[in-house]
């Protein structure tokens, strides 16, 4: 199993990101995606998450209205559209697959809001 994010950076409050996970060594199309975060100093964050044909999400109240997840199953990636970034966004984001019990995780990607 291999994760990969992508995407993240320096956005100044009020602006917009898309993170981009690119997933392999499963069978994607099977699977519900989640994306977590970690903030600087803080544990672990489940963020959102979709299930394995994209047709249900699920969003923490922190970014509900603000973030959308979505999935590509003919490129195995998933997605994760931010809009009105706020300096409490700042974190690593991290891909998450569980399989039969176990936990994969990618590397993740920095988003840093500030101005």
């Known amino acids: 199993v291999q994760l990969v994010e992508s995407g993240g950076g320096l956005v100044q409050p009020g602006g917009s990101l898309r993170l981009s996970c690119a997933a392999s060594?499963?069978?994607?199309?099977?699977?519900?995606m989640s994306w977590v975060r970690q903030a600087p100093g803080k544990g672990l964050e489940w963020v959102s998450d979709?299930?394995?044909?994209?047709?249900?999400?699920n969003y923490a109240d922190s970014v509900k209205g603000r973030f959308t997840i979505s999935r590509d199953n003919a490129k195995n990636m998933v997605y994760l559209q931010m809009n009105s970034l706020k300096p409490e966004d700042t974190a690593v984001y991290y891909c998450?697959?569980?399989?039969?019990?176990?936990?994969?995780w990618g590397k993740g990607t920095l988003v840093t809001v500030s101005s």
């Open positions: 060594g499963f069978t994607f199309s099977s699977y519900y």
């Open positions: 979709i299930n394995s044909g994209g047709g249900s999400t």
């Open positions: 998450n697959v569980d399989i039969v019990s176990m936990h994969y």
